[in-house]
C-alpha cells in the first residue's frame, strides 16, 4: 500500500490525495500553484481543492489571495475514524431486526476478509477460543489472540513447535496446519484454508451441530497430541 491508495481508503480521489500530498510537503499554496506543481489542470485543480475542503482534508486562508493548507493526518484520520464511529452506532440502533431463521452456512472468500472475520470472531468472544492454526496466519491473529487472554479468556491453540506463549494453553502437533479451525464460545466455528489472496476459503456457522462436531474434533486431537507426548516422554526415559 503506498501513500495514494493509503488517501484513496479515506475517500479521496487520487487527484485529491495527490494535492493533498503536496499540500503536505509544501505548505500553504494557491489554487494556481498547486496546478503548475502537481501538473493537474486548473479546473480541475480548483475543483479537487473544493473537494478536499468539503471533506475535511484542507482548510482555506483568505488572503490577498486565496491559499489551501492541509490539515493534519492525525487529526484528519480521527475525524474520519470519529465520522464511522458514529455511522457504526447510527446503523447498530436502527437497522431492522432480522427474521429468525435457521443459521446458514456461510462462505468466505479472499485471505483478507477470512482474516479480518477471524479477528471479528476473536475479539467478540466473551469466554474461550479454540484454535488450530500456524505460520503466517498465526501471526496475522496473535495480537488478538493475546489481547483476548489479556482480557481472562481462556485461549487453547493448537500448532506447530517451537511456539510457546505463556498466556495461553498450547498443543503441539506436527501436522502440516495450513487450515484453520476456530471455535468460540461453543457458539461460532469457522474452518477452512487460506492459501493465496484470492482462492482461500472458509466455512462460518453458529449450526449447533457442527460446533459440538468440531468441539469434539479438537478435544480428540488434543488427547491424541498429550498421548503422544507421554509415549515420546517414556521412550526417552527408556532410551536414557
Not at 503506498?2 to 510537503?25: C, F, G, M, N, P
Not at 471479528?120 to 469466554?127: H, L, P, T
Not at 487460506?194 to 468441539?215: G, R, Y
Request: aromatic share 6%; net charge neutral.
Amino acid at each position: 500500500m503506498d501513500l495514494i491508495h493509503a488517501l484513496t481508503q479515506l475517500q479521496l480521489t487520487r487527484q485529491e490525495a495527490v494535492i493533498y500530498l503536496l499540500l503536505s510537503t509544501e505548505g500553504e499554496l494557491t489554487g494556481y500553484e498547486v496546478a503548475k506543481l502537481s501538473g493537474i489542470s486548473r479546473s480541475n485543480t480548483y475543483t479537487a481543492l473544493a473537494n478536499l475542503v468539503e471533506k475535511g482534508a484542507a482548510n482555506v486562508i483568505e488572503d490577498s489571495a486565496t491559499r489551501y493548507t492541509p490539515v493534519p493526518i492525525d487529526e484528519f484520520c480521527e475525524n474520519k475514524i470519529r465520522e464511522l464511529q458514529e455511522i457504526k452506532t447510527f446503523l447498530e440502533n436502527n437497522m431492522p431486526v432480522r427474521k429468525e431463521e435457521a443459521e446458514p452456512y456461510i462462505t468466505i472468500k479472499g485471505q483478507k476478509h477470512i482474516i479480518n472475520k477471524v479477528k471479528n470472531i476473536i475479539n467478540g468472544a466473551k469466554e474461550r477460543i479454540y484454535i488450530s492454526v500456524s505460520g503466517w496466519i498465526l501471526d496475522a491473529v496473535l495480537p488478538d489472540l493475546s489481547a483476548a487472554a489479556q482480557r481472562g479468556l481462556k485461549v487453547v491453540l493448537i500448532t506447530n513447535p517451537p511456539f510457546i506463549q505463556d498466556n495461553m494453553i498450547v498443543y503441539h502437533s506436527q501436522k502440516d496446519l495450513n487450515q484453520i479451525r476456530l471455535i468460540s464460545d461453543t457458539i461460532n466455528v469457522l474452518t477452512g484454508e487460506i492459501t493465496d489472496s484470492i482462492n482461500s476459503t472458509c466455512l462460518f456457522s453458529q449450526k449447533k451441530n457442527l460446533v459440538d462436531l468440531f468441539k469434539e474434533s479438537m478435544k480428540n486431537e488434543i488427547k491424541l497430541i498429550e498421548i503422544t507426548k507421554k509415549k515420546v516422554k517414556g521412550c526417552r526415559r527408556v532410551c536414557l
